[in-house]
């Protein structure tokens, strides 16, 4: 079973904080993704990454970077966390060239941004 | 933007009766997935449907797709309530990063005991 990891379920963090989530998968997949997700507006796509130390951006990019030093590891990095990045952060990964493909999700990572 | 629209966003049932999710898409997929959240977890893959099949089973869950109207219906017969999840379509349109895989709104299905 593929198995995806992310450090923490919950976290607090105050305004202006550098904030950092990580994700680790054990299926030596391609591709690593960050989502967050937020009531009536689904999932969407932050950053994603198809091999290390390449990333590319997603739907949302502003106010977030990540860095993939190791295949296994995909970090979503808040520079100076706002009240309006409080969200659910999902990690997600998928095996292959094609970006489409089934992905395979973490448990996820409430972050509340007081 | 979102490319999947669920339908409806809330269905309560009674355990045993079938339920059933449809998703309407804008643009042409290749294929077009149906994920399952549990509250506050992540998501869990469920079926993957090609654009050139029209009927998908696995298990208790039926997936049919029309391309034509471009829509796509989960079915889950005889219910039960472990089933009690939000049910998410997504689909490999092409969005602002490019041809990803796209998520809806979701579906919040409440199966009662």
């Known amino acids: 079973d593929v198995k995806v990891t992310q450090s923490s379920r919950y976290l607090v963090k105050r305004t202006g904080e550098k904030v950092f989530l990580e994700c680790v998968q054990d299926m030596d997949h391609e591709n690593m993704f960050w989502y967050r997700q937020d009531p009536g507006l689904g999932l969407r796509l932050i950053y994603f990454?198809?091999?290390?130390?390449?990333?590319e951006k997603g739907d949302i990019p502003e106010g977030y970077s990540v860095s993939r030093e190791k295949k296994e590891r995909f970090s979503l990095i808040l520079e100076s966390a706002s009240t309006n990045q409080t969200s659910m952060y999902l990690c997600?990964?998928?095996?292959?060239?094609?970006?489409?493909?089934?992905?395979?999700f973490g448990p996820g990572t409430r972050l509340l941004v007081l | 933007s979102q490319q999947g629209e669920e339908d409806p966003q809330a269905l309560s049932i009674q355990e045993g009766e079938n339920a059933t999710m449809n998703c309407s898409y804008k643009?042409?997929?290749?294929?077009l997935q149906w994920y399952r959240q549990n509250s506050g977890r992540g998501l869990v893959h469920l079926i993957l449907?090609?654009?050139?099949?029209r009927e998908k089973h696995s298990g208790r869950l039926r997936v049919t797709l029309d391309t034509s109207k471009k829509s796509s219906s989960l079915l889950i017969t005889a219910s039960r309530a472990a089933d009690t999840a939000s049910y998410f379509c997504?689909?490999?349109?092409?969005?602002?990063?490019?041809?990803?895989?796209?998520f809806g709104g979701g579906t919040r299905l409440m199966v009662k005991p």
């Open positions: 990454s198809y091999d290390v130390k390449m990333k």
């Open positions: 449907i090609r654009s050139n099949e």
């Open positions: 643009t042409s997929i290749n294929n």
């Open positions: 997600a990964s998928s095996f292959g060239a094609l970006l489409q493909e089934t992905q395979y």
């Open positions: 997504a689909t490999d349109g092409v969005s602002d990063a490019g041809n990803m895989l796209t």
